[in-house]
Structure formats: structure tokens, C-alpha cells
């Protein structure tokens, strides 16, 4: 499985989260998480990790079955995520979360889904008064 090279123990703030996200998938350039199916969004795969996916260090899925469950499941399920993420609003972590699935569907390419990315994150920021990483 993907690995995000991250040990975070803290909980991320929201700020601190959109930062990871963005230094993700805009400047580091990874492409899509997309499960066995190559339809529906995984939060790890071999190539890759989803927006929330990318917020988790290692081993912090503890199996396969937790992948691919949606994001409130494993927020109630999974405590080492729950003490990640739980200080985030759920809906905010499902809109960073739809920023990466929605460009994901669109399927054309890794050129055109870091615009998409880039251009999600970018109204999100603005929404939600976030600093855009420099």
C-alpha cells in the first residue's frame, strides 16, 4: 500500500489539514486514489492516497475492509482516526474529501486532475478563509 511517509500523532486543525492536502496533490502531484474497480475513491492504493488518505500515516487503516468505507464509518469506527481528523467538521472533510473523488471520475489524466484539485482547493480555501500554502 501507498505510503504517505508521515508519523503525525496530533490532531490536525483544518488549516493544517487543507495544507497537507494541497502540498499533496498540487505540489507534490499525485495522482488519484481509485479502488480495485478503478470507479470508486480507496484512501490507499499501491499508486496513491485520497484526500483523507493522505492525512493518515501508516497502519493507521487496520485493514483492508476499512479502505474503502466512507469517511463518517471510519471516523466512528477507527480512534487513531478519529484523533486525527475529529476536530475537523465532517462536512468540511467530505468536501475535501469530493474535491479529490470529483476530479478522480473525471479520469483524464494527471495534468487535468491537478487543475481540478488545485481549482477545488483553491474555492475551498477561499470558503473556509484558509491560507494557501506557499
Not at 474535491?99 to 488545485?118: C, P, S, W, Y
Amino acid at each position: 500500500m501507498f505510503s504517505t511517509n508521515i508519523t503525525r500523532t496530533r490532531p490536525y486543525t483544518l488549516q493544517s489539514a487543507f495544507s497537507r492536502i494541497w502540498k499533496f496533490f498540487v505540489v507534490e502531484k499525485h495522482g488519484p486514489s481509485l479502488g480495485e474497480d478503478a470507479v470508486s475513491c480507496a484512501y490507499r492504493t499501491e499508486e496513491s492516497a485520497c484526500a483523507i488518505g493522505c492525512l493518515l500515516p501508516d497502519g493507521t487503516l487496520r485493514d483492508r475492509s476499512q479502505n474503502t468505507v466512507g469517511a463518517d464509518t471510519l471516523l466512528q469506527k477507527n480512534a487513531k482516526v478519529r484523533s486525527l481528523l475529529g476536530n475537523i467538521d465532517g462536512d468540511l472533510l467530505m468536501v475535501l474529501q469530493s474535491i479529490h473523488d470529483d476530479a478522480a471520475m473525471e479520469n483524464e489524466g494527471l495534468k487535468e486532475f491537478t487543475k481540478q484539485v488545485r481549482t477545488g482547493l483553491k474555492r475551498f480555501a477561499k470558503d473556509n478563509k484558509l491560507a494557501i500554502p506557499a
